[in-house]
């Protein structure tokens, strides 16, 4: 795991003053539970700069508010695209600003049972007391009902079918009973509680979500930032965070960052800035994507090269970053460096360099 | 603050009750304008009625307000300049225009009904009409786009102007306070006019036309009032102090003819337009709010309204076979309200609805246009069609069709059948009436037939000079024009609009994949001399030829589009479509369907080794530079290396050896290797050798070791082994030509000793015993046949 993932602070603690000052400034009704009105949470993702409070999820405005009226009904909200396309934050920032509590998360994989969607016990407790509400361990959904809270579901197709299943009922009935505790013991929920899951549909190794499923939560997909120039920004800026700990290696280039993004841009939508179309890989091209290979091509520029990142860099680190092990897409690649990347020979000196390293990396110069 | 106080006067300027003045700012097809206008012109009571319209179309007021004309119906205008005739542009007419409530109410009133601007055919009305033709004046990009309609969007939280306008101004559809809407609209206006620059007002023609708006406004004044002004919010405040300054003389307008028809018009058209700075989009929506709003004389029941329109859009679904539950219905219900509730609304608008039913009925992942969204816009557009009455003429294609008839000079003034001979080569004006000719004839109308010329389309006479015709104009013709209306007002746009559907049948039967009878219709398109219209179906083609992933159909269709690009006469097509690119797709798409080919089934092998001989040929022709032959090298080279099935090895190899990226000792060995390697098919032990013998026949002669190498392996082969292989082996060579087969001959002849003719002559020394023979077996076979019921078989072919 990323370093500064472990060190980031939770998007309550982060953005703390930004809610304060929403909160005092709030006039309008808040939903029982929440901390906020819907109209003040969604100036906390998308900014108001009358508030000094920062945009911090881009691009798509009425998703943000179609997000936050789901999670004002019966339904939960399910936020589903590619990896990359900022799903996890935005639902740590919309459980930040509903429940001022972003922590409530269950993270979905193949070793999640049931229990972790309901309660454990402390096992020392539960021998010398026998069931008790001391020995009881809540989970993040159980907590998020007791308190009225949003709760998280990171990746929920990566957990077993029968955990899926037991979501279901855990989101029709909102109750969860603790028969250990005695005959009718049961926590309901309290307003405000609702659930945000996150998924990519398309992940191999994934189980599929059961219609039943389906129908207790409201989708939403998140696109990949569909602006050019801001996606640049972010990808430079996310590197450079990344890069923070080297201190002697330097910023990008912005027309290493630009081939980059337009490498990225083409192969994602299918058709290039000049209107060509190619084929698209079945591997994600996300910003998130792009950033992991201007990581990985500034570390081996920094660490093996002592040079400043070129973008013959990029062009090794893509294939491997990318295109690790789908012979299909290989060769999508390798016709995009033939019939695209070639033509821009001519545009610069960027891009003569990424194409002539990208076709020596393919072996076939 | 300057701005402000600016803005303010306007707000004040639009009842001047000294003067008798009033002003009605408005944008097309606003519901809440329209209210707005009828409660102003009933307030007033005015003399007359000024709306912002071309003053040569005021003839047709009596027509739109006839009985039996029912909107959504549209003025449109032809144009005729130096003979030529062009569609200018539409003016439609909803129930819930203000344009139209203003005439139907003023005419209530019984007040005179002036169209104040220039008239028709002014060069100021169509100088915003850039990329698209036949629009209607496009007078209302400004309320889409802009940095002041960016700011306040960003402001207020809307997605776009029209989320904007809708919460601004429509949400108050109905409203008794129809005085501050219109006040406030005209401050609106007044702003989004400080944020265009001067410059812009002057090169769109906006202040042409406003000249022209104040001198007639200002010689309304002079006659007779009250004066209500129905005009663009944006023209507002040019127009406020029309009349006050020196007297204004009315421009003249250009000399031009214009012929206008009212024709029915559609929903479907008219949000058609929508992001031509056209008015409200989804006509259907704020149709529906203005009938509601009638019905409650006032403000719409905003929560009946929403809650009628989902019930009606969940009932139309079911009809179509996609039921929405009822919990899903409650659902986009709430979500719609709770919407509109966080964005400070009234009531749930059109964006509301259209994000509520994402929200409520998506289950999945989905792109930005997602079906149940495109299902909502559908049914929120509507279907209505107007009617006009049979008075009211014919629409411009009919009259496109008859003006380029005249002009080239073909009579269509009555029905009688005629001929015309064509020298489509050498006359210009011929070939134009053959394009002529083909428009139709692509068009379905059944005018024209063409009875001998050039068939390009199947490769047939495609060299003949001449074409005969022979045309007769008919009722079925102009029947037939009149139902394309609806796709164009001249015989290009509608010829187009039937390539791009004839395109989508193909791909609604599944034969999306065919691109070679894609392409057929691109060899139409240029014969019916749709030139440089067709680069949007060019785009369209290359997004097939990019998803096709068929070796041969997209080798033939390269050859296909290569010829057209190198072709002249009638398929000749203008310099400025370019199909370069076309091809390079289609090239670049071939390359990277190189790699299918070493795992080539067996039915498409002959298909497919056919594709290669097209590419190597058009590769070899002078006008191929285009390509960069390397990569085709390259990918074959790959092919090569990743063990096709024998044949399309020796075809591979070939092209190696001929570019030089492999030596002759490997196609030697393959050819031997086959020869002596163990095979599941007797043929596949020469299938190397065929191969090469069809891409690249020539290097049997011009390199001496691949002929001795194929003459010792004939040679060596015992009697049995030779006749048993002898058939494939005769079929092997039939890829050679006659020159070929002669230099051949005298190679081995030069071998193996004697004389050419020993080799290539047809000289056969037949004994009786051979002929009597022969007899027999024919006879025989006849029986045979006939016994099988196939003597049909045997009769020549004609
Ligand atoms: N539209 C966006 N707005 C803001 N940040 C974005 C956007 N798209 C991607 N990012 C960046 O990419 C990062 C990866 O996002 P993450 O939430 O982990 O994605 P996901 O959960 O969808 O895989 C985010 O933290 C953010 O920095
Ligand atoms: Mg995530």
Redesign the pocket.
């Known amino acids: 795991m990323d370093v500064t993932d472990v060190q980031r602070l939770p998007a309550e603690q982060r953005f703390a003053d930004e809610l304060v000052r929403l909160r005092d400034n709030d006039k309008n009704d808040r939903p029982k539970g929440w901390q906020l009105s819907p109209r003040a949470v969604r100036s906390f993702v998308l900014g108001d700069s009358k508030l000094d409070v920062s945009q911090?999820?881009?691009?798509d405005d009425p998703l943000v508010d179609r997000c936050i009226v789901s999670l004002m009904g019966q339904q939960g909200l399910m936020l589903v695209?590619e990896?990359?396309?900022?799903?996890?934050?935005?639902s740590e920032l919309l459980s930040a600003a509903i429940s001022g509590d972003s922590n409530l998360v269950v993270q979905g994989s193949a070793g999640i049972l049931e229990d972790h969607l309901r309660y454990g016990w402390n096992y020392a407790l539960l021998l010398a007391e026998g069931p008790s509400e001391r020995a009881l361990v809540a989970s993040p959904v159980l907590t998020a009902m007791r308190d009225g809270k949003v709760a998280r579901l990171e990746e929920l197709t990566r957990c077993a079918p029968e955990v899926q299943d037991a979501m279901i009922s855990l989101l029709s009935e909102k109750t969860i009973s603790i028969p250990e505790l005695g005959p009718g013991q049961e926590v309901r929920a309290t307003p405000g509680f609702n659930v945000i899951g996150?998924a990519?549909l398309r992940d191999r190794g994934v189980h599929d979500m059961s219609s039943a499923l389906k129908r207790r939560f409201n989708f939403e997909t998140?696109q990949?930032?569909a602006d050019r120039e801001f996606e640049k920004a972010?990808v430079a800026r996310?590197v450079a965070e990344r890069m923070a700990e080297h201190p002697r290696a330097t910023e990008l280039d912005e027309k290493v960052v630009d081939v980059l993004v337009a490498v990225f841009r083409d192969l994602r939508t299918g058709t290039t800035e000049e209107g060509a179309t190619v084929a698209t890989p079945n591997s994600v091209m996300s910003?998130?994507e792009a950033v992991n290979v201007a990581h990985a091509a500034a570390l081996d520029a920094y660490y093996l090269d002592g040079a400043k990142t070129s973008t013959s860099h990029i062009a090794r680190q893509i294939r491997g970053v990318v295109f690790k092990d789908d012979p299909e897409d290989a060769r999508r690649f390798r016709s995009y460096i033939d019939q695209i990347a070639k033509a821009r020979m001519k545009r610069d000196k960027a891009w003569s360099e990424f194409y002539k390293a990208a076709k020596k990396d393919l072996g076939s110069l | 603050m300057v701005e402000a106080a600016e803005f303010e006067s306007v707000r004040a300027a639009l009842r001047q009750t000294g003067r008798d003045y009033y002003l009605a700012p408005i944008r097309h097809h606003s519901p809440a304008c329209a209210w707005a206008v009828r409660e102003l012109i009933r307030e007033v009571k005015p003399k007359q009625v000024l709306i912002e319209a071309p003053v040569d179309l005021v003839g047709h007021i009596d027509i739109l307000l006839d009985a039996e004309t029912r909107p959504p119906v549209a003025i449109a205008t032809i144009v005729e300049k130096q003979k030529t005739a062009r569609l200018a542009a539409y003016y439609p007419f909803c129930t819930h225009s203000p344009e139209y409530v203003a005439l139907v109410e003023g005419r209530k009133q019984g007040a005179e009904l002036v169209f104040i601007d220039l008239p028709a055919a002014d060069k100021a009305m169509s100088a915003r009409q850039t990329e698209r033709p036949s629009l209607v004046v496009d007078d209302e990009a400004v309320f889409d786009r802009g940095d002041y309609i960016e700011g306040l969007c960003r402001e207020l939280g809307c997605r776009d102007g029209f989320e904007l306008w809708d919460h601004l101004f429509e949400s108050r559809l109905g409203n008794s306070d129809w005085q501050s809407l219109l006040a406030d609209i005209g401050a609106y206006c007044a702003a989004l006019r400080h944020a265009t620059a001067p410059e812009i007002i002057e090169s769109s023609g906006d202040a042409a036309r406003e000249a022209h708006m104040q001198a007639v406004i200002a010689e309304a004044l002079e006659a007779d009032g009250p004066v209500v002004v129905v005009a663009g919010g944006f023209h507002i405040p040019a127009l406020v102090d029309a009349g006050t300054g020196k007297p204004a003389k009315r421009p003249r307008g250009e000399k031009a003819v214009t012929n206008a028809y009212l024709i029915r018009y559609g929903f479907g058209a008219l949000d058609a337009l929508n992001g031509y700075g056209a008015g409200l989009p989804q006509p259907g929506y704020y149709d529906y709010l203005w009938h509601r709003a009638n019905a409650a004389d006032g403000e719409p029941p905003w929560r009946e309204t929403a809650l009628d329109l989902v019930s009606e859009f969940a009932a139309k679904l079911r009809a179509l076979g996609h039921p929405v539950s009822v919990p899903a219905q409650v659902e986009i219900l709430r979500a719609a309200e709770g919407l509109a509730a966080m964005r400070g609304r009234r009531g749930a608008g059109r964006h509301d609805l259209i994000d509520a039913v994402r929200t409520a009925l998506v289950k999945g992942e989905v792109g930005a246009r997602e079906i149940w969204t495109e299902r909502l816009l559908e049914f929120l557009r509507g279907t209505a069609i107007g009617d006009v009455p049979a008075s009211a003429g014919s629409p411009p294609i009919v009259e496109d069709a008859r003006l380029r008839a005249r002009a080239l000079r073909i009579d269509v003034s009555d029905g009688s059948r005629r001929r015309r001979r064509l020298d489509i080569r050498r006359k210009p004006s011929h070939l134009e009436a053959s394009r002529y000719f083909r428009a139709m004839t692509l068009l379905d109308t059944r005018f024209a037939e063409l009875e001998t010329g050039p068939d390009f389309l199947n490769n047939v006479n495609t060299s003949r000079l001449f074409e005969e015709w022979s045309f007769a104009w008919s009722p079925l013709a102009e029947g037939r024009l009149i139902e394309l209306a609806v796709h164009g007002d001249n015989l290009p746009d509608a010829c187009l609009h039937l390539l791009e559907s004839r395109r989508a049948e193909l791909h609604d039967a599944g034969r999306g994949r065919d691109i070679v009878a894609i392409s057929g219709l691109l060899v139409e398109g240029i014969l019916a001399g749709l030139g440089i219209r067709l680069v949007p179906f060019l785009d369209s083609l290359a997004e097939d030829i990019q998803a096709n992933a068929d070796f041969e159909l997209v080798a033939r269709t390269l050859r296909r589009i290569h010829y057209i690009a190198e072709a002249g006469g009638p398929l000749r097509i203008p310099d400025e479509l370019e199909l370069v690119s076309l091809q390079q797709t289609a090239y670049g798409r071939l390359i990277y369907l190189c790699d299918d080919l070493p795992g080539t089934p067996e039915e498409q092998e002959q298909g497919r080794m056919e594709a290669l001989r097209l590419m190597v040929e058009l590769l070899r022709d002078p006008s191929s530079d285009i390509f960069d032959s390397s990569l085709f090298n390259e990918a074959i080279n790959r092919v090569a290396d990743a063990n096709p099935p024998p044949q399309l090895l020796g075809a591979v190899l070939a092209i190696c050896v001929q570019a030089g990226r492999r030596d002759v000792a490997e196609i030697c060995g393959a050819i031997a290797g086959g020869f002596a390697g163990t095979v599941d098919e007797q043929e596949d032990r020469i299938g190397v050798l065929r191969g090469m013998l069809f891409t690249a026949p020539e290097l049997l002669w011009r390199s001496e070791t691949v002929l001795q190498v194929v003459d010792t392996l004939l040679t060596g082969m015992s009697e049995d082994e030779f006749l048993e292989l002898l058939p494939h082996i005769r079929l092997a060579f039939t890829s050679l030509n006659p020159r070929d087969a002669d230099k051949l001959a005298g190679l081995l002849a030069a071998i193996h000793g004697g004389r050419v003719t020993d080799f290539s002559s047809r000289s056969h020394q037949l004994t009786d015993a051979d002929l009597q023979r022969g007899i027999e077996i024919e006879k025989s076979l006849r029986e045979s046949l006939k016994a099988d019921a196939l003597e049909t078989w045997l009769e020549a072919k004609a």
């Open positions: 911090k999820f881009f691009g695209g990896p990359g396309t900022a799903k996890s934050l935005l996150t990519n998140v990949p930032i972010l996310q910003t998130a």
